[in-house]
């Protein structure tokens, strides 16, 4: 066999090798976006909730204006964060303002009462579902998107591609420490 043919066929084996690893890079990024897409839209649906759960809560808890400031001025920073660690601070702290808002729902039996507190109550719940949903399947497309440009060979490829690692879309040490520290259940 001829070395010029020899050297051809290599050199078509490597372009095909580098196109099938940029292509799957291509596609794990694209994964990873529409997965931050998906947050970002269970996000955007929570910040136009919170200022209707605040106006029902004024009318209820006219003197406990600092929670309800604080409500606002969180979901305020949500709104305005930009990039993926900034919006999770931003979130994490919108959370724990909430969190306030309805520990503080619970001193006024009224407000417990009204339905149109309790359907935004429950309408929050769900997109918290949602929103916990959504953010498994973003930290997994991450994972995965980190993985694959680590790996061989896709790790030669990476860098002088422009693939860079992703940052994890994180839940705050606090509520961590709130999850870990669940209510015991006792007879």
């Known amino acids: 066999m001829d070395a010029g043919l020899v050297v051809l066929i290599l050199l078509i084996i490597a372009a095909v090798v580098v196109a099938l690893v940029y292509n799957r890079l291509v596609a794990l990024r694209q994964t990873t976006r529409q997965a931050w897409g998906d947050i970002d839209v269970q996000l955007k649906q929570r910040h136009d909730l919170v200022p209707n759960l605040v106006e029902t809560v ?4 006219t003197h406990e204006k600092e929670t309800l400031e604080k409500v606002v001025q969180a979901r305020q920073q949500a709104v305005d964060a930009s990039g993926l660690k900034d919006q999770a601070q931003a979130e ?3 959370s724990g303002a909430l969190r306030q808002l309805f520990a503080l729902a619970e001193s006024y039996p009224d407000l417990k009462a009204n339905t149109n507190f309790l359907a935004l109550q429950n309408e929050l719940a769900d997109l918290e579902n949602k929103i916990a949903a959504a953010r498994r399947f973003f930290n997994n497309a991450v ?3 980190n993985t694959a ?3 061989f060979p896709a790790v030669l490829l990476a860098g002088p591609f422009g693939f860079k690692r992703e940052d994890f879309f994180e839940v ?3 509520e961590r420490a709130r999850v870990e520290a669940a209510p015991s259940v006792k007879f």
Do not use: D, M, T
């Open 58 to 61: 004024k009318g209820y808890a």
């Open 143 to 145: 994972a995965e998107y």
């Open 149 to 151: 440009i680590e790996q």
């Open 92 to 94: 994490n702290l919108l």
């Open 172 to 174: 705050a040490a606090s």
